[in-house]
């Protein structure tokens, strides 16, 4: 008898414990940020090198960037001035939103802030968002809406934002309209080819004076930068040039885009592919599974309910299942990361529907809403899948699926620290094979 192949998916794992790390700024990474998602290089560059600890941004160069028409706060005689290429959907965007309203309030008069829209394809809710904001700005509130969408950054979905325009004031049915005119989608579109043209491809982006600074770095980063470029403008001040046209006059000498790429001297053969690691993943009896357990391949993923990446994989497993309905088991592991909201405890809704053999249903209503993961809204999922509801919340009352859950994450987080450092030091891939000839706790 042949044995299995057991494929090991480390969606909220490998990927998800190296994103951790970057939002986490443990040492060795760069601040966390969101990338446009692209296909994978069969042969991937080296990791980057560790973000400098204070100082320059993430080069020395000034770009020059036009603020047009966009949303300002501040005053116009501020010496430095930060343009801000964000989604209202990026969990990192909303962690540097709090460092730059900190900001503000450090430097007062000194600072001023501008807001340029990057809504990233992956986040299904961030352009209607961008939207949203452009609109409530052609009323005069654009920073009240665009405060409110990220101190809710979990509810953008249509009902929400209609209710942030009525908390705010707004003139409802002309808020809507102007939300469809071409003119808001001309605005985005010019913010993303000017993001693109400076080489800010992830969210979130600045531009301090005209110097780059890339993802929700820690404040001391962007203090260092902005402390350089005070000095620097008090000296352009105290040489004559007005305090409001400090801007204009840094503006001159930047550049418009970054420069290419080196290209080596002579042209280099690829590198061989590295070849599969295989390993041996054990896959407790009672993990939630569905297939043959006699298939020929079994696929382990490890995931996360709140994670937009893991919740584009749903599709292609589904469509495994239906082609290879006889050949293929599906094994599921939670690996909820620190930094998505209602994670964990959506992880613990669908153990604790596990335990009354609706696992597979929970874990779709969940996907399905991944914008809707509060306990309310699992209670009601409960319900509709036809669950016993007072048995449900009571297992997770009792700290009995949370507990579980630990364990599976630490597990998760030993297989991905050893595939990080695996995939880092030969380029291989995400995920991992191994064949074994059963599957063991």
């Known amino acids: 008898m042949k044995p299995n192949v057991i494929i090991a998916l480390l969606v909220g794992g490998v990927v998800g414990f190296a994103v951790g790390r970057m939002a986490s700024g443990t040492p060795g990474s760069t601040a966390g940020g969101n990338q446009p998602v692209a296909a994978a290089p069969s042969n991937p560059s080296p990791a980057q090198p560790a973000a400098r600890p204070s100082g320059a941004g993430d080069d020395q160069s000034v770009y020059k960037v036009s603020l ?3 949303p300002v706060r501040g005053s116009e005689n501020a010496l430095v001035t930060l343009v801000e290429f964000s989604d209202y959907q990026c969990p990192f965007c909303s962690r540097a939103h709090n460092t730059v309203k900190q900001l ?13 829209q990057n809504p990233l394809s992956f986040h299904p809710f961030a352009k209607p968002a961008a939207t949203a904001a452009i609109a409530a700005g052609m009323q005069g509130k654009y920073w009240e809406m665009h405060d409110k969408m990220f101190a809710n950054q979990q509810a953008l979905d249509e009902p929400s934002l209609e209710k942030y325009a009525q908390e705010i004031g707004l003139n409802i049915e002309k808020w809507k309209a102007d939300r469809n005119a071409q003119s808001v989608q001309d605005v985005i579109s010019h913010d993303q080819g000017q993001a693109a043209q400076l080489g800010a491809n992830g969210t979130p982006a600045f531009f301090i004076n005209g110097r780059k600074l890339s993802g929700a770095q820690p404040i001391d980063r962007f203090k260092a930068l902005i402390d350089e470029e005070v000095g620097k403008a008090q000296a352009l001040v105290n040489q004559g040039t007005p305090a409001n046209q400090v801007y204009a006059k840094v503006m001159e000498r930047g550049q418009m885009a970054p420069p290419p790429p080196a290209q080596p001297q002579q042209p280099q053969a690829p590198a061989a592919p590295a070849p599969a690691a295989v390993r041996n993943v054990k896959v407790p009896d009672d993990a939630p599974s569905k297939g043959p357990k006699t298939a020929k391949v079994t696929i382990v ?14 599709p292609t497993l589904k469509q495994i299942e239906d082609t290879y309905a006889k050949d293929v088991r599906i094994v599921f592991r939670n690996q909820p990361l620190p930094f998505h909201q209602n994670a964990k405890p959506a992880a613990e809704a669908a153990m604790a529907a596990h335990d009354q053999g609706k696992f597979w249903p929970m874990h779709d209503k969940l996907f399905a809403n991944q ?14 899948i036809g669950l016993d509801v007072g048995k449900f919340k009571a297992a997770l009352d009792s700290g009995k699926e949370r507990a579980a859950s630990r364990r599976t ?27 074994s000839s059963r599957s063991r706790r």
């Open 301 to 314: 993923e490890w995931s996360d309910f709140r994670c937009p990446f893991c919740g584009r994989v749903v």
């Open 409 to 435: 994450r630490r597990r998760a987080t030993r297989s991905a620290r050893t595939e990080l450092r695996r995939s880092s030091s030969t380029g291989a891939s995400s995920w991992v094979r191994s064949r």
């Open 104 to 116: 503000e309030q450090d430097y007062g008069d000194k600072l001023r802030v501008v807001m340029k």
């Open 371 to 384: 914008q809707a993961l509060d306990r309310a809204s699992m209670e009601k999922y409960a319900q509709e």
């Open 68 to 70: 047009d028409t966009a």
